[in-house]
């Protein structure tokens, strides 16, 4: 794959992905079948990125046995480059808390 170095949309696209902690994994032909998987280890979390069987690339984090099953990630595939996004505050599920409150009333 080649892209050529004057290719606005692209340097600007990778200039959004490292600014936002996303982070180069492998190009997408390192898993060209389903069920092939690569591990990697980033800033010391093993990440496992694999095709699945629906043929999407999806990234998992391997947490420590006392915490429990791999953890999904942010993942994206760009340009043929695989991505993911290891930042907390992108990977919290939480349902909106809600607020036990009595109104006051006169």
Not at 29 to 37: C, N, Q, V
Not at 75 to 96: G, K, S, T, W
Request: aromatic fraction near 8%; glycine fraction near 4%; charge should be neutral.
């Amino acid at each position: 794959m080649t892209t050529p170095p004057d290719d606005r949309t692209f340097r600007r696209e990778m200039a959004t992905a490292y600014r936002s902690g996303w982070h180069f994994i492998d190009l997408v032909t390192a898993l060209p079948h389903r069920g092939d998987s690569l591990m990697v280890t980033l800033f010391g979390d093993p990440v496992v990125v694999a095709r699945e069987d629906d043929g999407e690339v999806r990234a998992y984090r391997c947490l420590r046995k006392p915490r429990g099953a791999p953890q999904p990630v942010r993942c994206a595939v760009r340009y043929d480059m695989i991505f993911v996004n290891l930042a907390q505050r992108d990977h919290q599920l939480f349902e909106p808390e809600a607020i036990a409150a009595t109104p006051r009333s006169a």
